[in-house]
C-alpha cells in the first residue's frame, strides 16, 4: 500500500522500533568481579590496620613497646585508614541515596 497514510504508518513503526530498541546498560561481570575484590581486599587492610594498632596500644599500656615512634606511626596509619574507608562509604551511601531519587 503506497497511499499517504501508509506512510506516516511505516513511520511511526519505525519510531516506535527505535524506542524499543533502546540498548539495555552493560555490565561486565570481570569488572564488577574486581571491584567486589577490590573493596574486600581494602576492608581486610583496614582490618589488618586496625589490629596493628590495637597490638601497638596494648603494648604501650603495658610497657612492652620497644619503639614507641613506630607505634605512634601505626597508630596514625589506622586512623587514617579508617577515616578514608568512612568517606568511601559515606560517597557510596550518597550515590545510592541518588540512584533511589532518580526518576525512571
Same mark, same amino acid.
Given at each position: #500500500?503506497?497511499?499517504?497514510?501508509? *506512510?506516516?504508518?511505516?513511520? *511511526? ?25 577490590? =573493596? ?19 603494648? #604501650?599500656? %603495658?610497657?612492652? *613497646? ?15 585508614? #579508617?577515616?578514608? #574507608? =568512612? ?14 531519587? %532518580?526518576?525512571?
Amino acid at each position: #500500500m503506497t497511499n499517504k497514510f501508509g *506512510i506516516i504508518n511505516n513511520d *511511526i513503526k519505525h519510531v516506535s522500533q527505535t524506542i524499543d530498541s533502546k540498548p539495555t546498560p552493560q555490565v561486565d561481570s570481570k569488572k564488577a568481579k574486581d571491584f567486589q575484590e577490590l =573493596l574486600k581486599g581494602s576492608i581486610q587492610e583496614l582490618n589488618q590496620e586496625q589490629k596493628a594498632a590495637e597490638k601497638a596500644l596494648g603494648d #604501650m599500656a %603495658t610497657g612492652q *613497646i620497644k619503639d614507641l615512634h613506630q607505634a605512634a606511626i601505626a597508630i596514625g596509619r589506622a586512623e587514617t585508614s #579508617m577515616k578514608v #574507608m =568512612l568517606e568511601v562509604r559515606n560517597k557510596a551511601i550518597s550515590a545510592y541515596k541518588e540512584i533511589l531519587r %532518580t526518576q525512571v
